[in-house]
């Protein structure tokens, strides 16, 4: 923080008491991976939501809510700076953090006096990320196991909600509060409570739903009963939806179906009598400024969102959205849009053209249908003017080497290309377009479960021939290598993992995975270089870390050996496993089973 920053919180901190009309407390709550219709309190589903229901009923609920991404950190990126990913420069999880040039609504609420706390369920929103900027309390995940998994590392809401309100209770009640509460509960994998998950008719995605709300109404209680519910605003939004099946995708990240991008949304200011539902067009980038504008700050510069509290936004307002996600991980065009007055134009490789007043279930394209020529060209310059606005220079993230299994196994490799290459989806591309490629995203997820579950030879059986259909899809090669590997073929392991290097570039698993399928070959002097390059792109792969001390000490280079051997035990030290006790070490020092995830 700044010598002037610091003045303004002093300032604050003269100036106010706790929450008031004037100055009310701030609740943001974010719960990720959240349809529309899951939330929507006129919805088919609105009796698994009875607290939020309560809070709906007395906000504005807004109808027709948008993401920028259908995905977690550039979503909330967008709402705590007020700008979309091409402005913030954070486009996918993991990749880049929010750049300290940044001005978040965090700050801005320390700056007018206010106690600021967040607390945030998975990984891929940790401190590393920036988002913690302004807040003087970030609760986030601990410590991660070195596990690699199909998902994010996260933790329930009864524990985020849990630890908000020991914040609360302990927090300075001369002051107002500004706190951002983030549940994940609804991102896969879905288990919930067999409570809830009977609630829901069993649905294991709705039951996690009702789970969530059961665990925001704790929360909701206990500022009720400490009085102060009163002179709290609350704002409730997902970060992006959840496909479940619509147009053939499972989950979200690389598509750009209304059904992920749709989010729900509602508005509660006690100070005001504006209650009910709007259909106005409102987006995520919404947050900062209509927060901002409840604590009496003033937003710096030109952002992209609208203060809501100033009234609804003109009907006519265009929206944006992207994903990068199919770029970096699948070899797909790039993906971006505009929605407005009713129409969507998804941009990329093979427009697309939707008439969402007549058709929300986008099953009609009319990018070819006569007379939309002067649609078309309105909707993709509004798009394009997006890309002239002045924008913050991409900072790379530093990421914990377990998150980075973490994210290779949801499709994000390559980091290092993806902080920064993220091409105009205007310019003219032989990559596929994301749409087109439904099929085969459906095969490559079927791949990663079984190869999850280790049924490798099946997991095989569907990548083969889904490289020869695409073969363009780097982490499909990923998969395989590794899968390969499991089933000793090492000739076609070193083939496949020599692909995914040359699409993803010179990242750690390739490098770890040629080096593997080396050794099977007999080759382990020349899987020497490539165990090197892995660790040194992430310093706790220990088994590595182990055979390279052996298989320089095999050489008789005493030294190299000791090098390696001495990072092994700093890492086991780190994680309290130094020394070893029983099995441990011989855990710690397994064989990967090849990066596949």
């Not at 027709?64 to 259908?70: I, R």
């Not at 996600?325 to 699948?330: A, C, I, K, L, M």
């Not at 005493?558 to 700093?570: D, F, N, P, S, V």
């Amino acid at each position: 923080m700044t010598v002037s920053e610091s003045l303004l919180v002093f300032l604050g901190l003269v100036a106010t008491s706790c929450g008031t009309p004037e100055r009310p407390n701030v609740l943001l709550i974010t719960v990720d991976t959240t349809r529309a219709d899951a939330l929507d309190p006129s919805g088919p589903h609105a009796h698994l939501s009875p607290n939020i229901g309560a809070v709906a009923a007395d906000a504005v609920y807004y109808a027709n809510a948008h993401t920028v991404a259908p995905i977690t950190l550039p979503s909330h990126a967008s709402m705590l700076t007020g700008l979309v990913p091409p402005r913030h420069s954070v486009r996918l999880n993991g990749a880049a953090s929010l750049p300290d040039e940044a001005v978040t609504l965090a700050e801005l609420a320390r700056g007018a006096g206010y106690q600021t706390s967040a607390f945030v369920a998975a990984v891929v929103l940790n401190s590393e990320y920036g988002l913690a900027q302004g807040f003087e309390h970030y609760g986030e995940l601990g410590a991660i196991g070195p596990e690699e998994s199909l998902y994010y590392a996260e933790r329930p809401a009864n524990e985020v909600v849990d630890e908000t309100k020991h914040w609360l209770a302990a927090r300075d009640r001369e002051r107002p509060f500004m706190t951002w509460v983030h549940v994940f509960d609804a991102h896969m994998p879905y288990q919930p409570p067999l409570e809830h998950f009977t609630a829901a008719g069993g649905d294991p995605y709705l039951g996690e739903v009702a789970f969530l709300d059961t665990e925001l109404g704790r929360l909701f209680d206990a500022l009720q009963r400490e009085g102060v519910w009163d002179d709290t605003v609350v704002l409730l939004i997902a970060d992006h939806g959840e496909g479940r099946g619509d147009h053939g995708e499972a989950t979200h990240g690389p598509l750009g179906f209304e059904s992920t991008l749709h989010v729900p949304m509602l508005l509660r200011d006690p100070r005001t009598d504006r209650r009910g539902r709007s259909r106005a067009p409102v987006s995520v980038v919404d947050v900062f400024p209509t927060l901002a504008r409840v604590m009496g700050t003033t937003v710096p510069g030109s952002i992209d969102g609208l203060d809501l509290g100033a009234g609804d936004p003109p009907s006519d307002r265009g929206i944006y959205f992207e994903s990068y996600f199919g770029t970096h991980s699948y070899g797909w065009a790039p993906l971006a849009g505009w929605i407005q007055d009713g129409w969507k134009l998804v941009q990329t490789s093979e427009c697309e053209l939707y008439h969402l007043a007549q058709d929300p279930i986008e099953q009609n394209n009319l990018i070819e249908a006569p007379g939309m020529e002067p649609k078309l060209r309105e909707l993709r310059r509004a798009l394009a003017a997006v890309f002239e606005l002045d924008s913050l220079d991409a900072t790379a993230a530093e990421t914990q080497a377990e998150v980075l299994g973490q994210l290779a196994g949801l499709g994000y490799v390559g980091m290092e290309r993806a902080a920064s290459e993220f091409p105009s989806p205007f310019l003219p591309s032989t990559q596929p377009a994301p749409h087109s490629q439904i099929e085969n995203l459906a095969a490559f997820q079927r791949a990663q479960v079984l190869s999850e579950t280790k049924r490798h030879a099946e997991a095989v059986a569907i990548l083969e021939p889904l490289v020869e259909r695409a073969p363009f899809n780097g982490a499909a090669w990923r998969i395989l290598s590794g899968e390969l590997i499991h089933l000793e073929r090492y000739d076609d392991a070193l083939s496949a993992a020599r692909k995914n290097m040359e699409l993803h570039g010179d990242w750690w698993g390739a490098n770890l995975n040629i080096g593997i399928a080396l050794e099977g070959l007999g080759q382990a002097d020349g899987a020497i270089p490539y165990y090197e390059r892995a660790v040194a792109k992430n310093g706790e792969l220990d088994w590595v870390l182990s055979r390279l001390g052996g298989l320089h000490l095999e050489r008789g280079d005493r030294q190299k050996a000791a090098e390696y051997l001495g990072i092994l035990r700093k890492n086991l030290e780190s994680r309290g496993e130094w020394p070893p006790k029983g099995d441990t070490l011989e855990r710690s020092v397994a064989r990967p089973r090849g990066e596949q995830h």
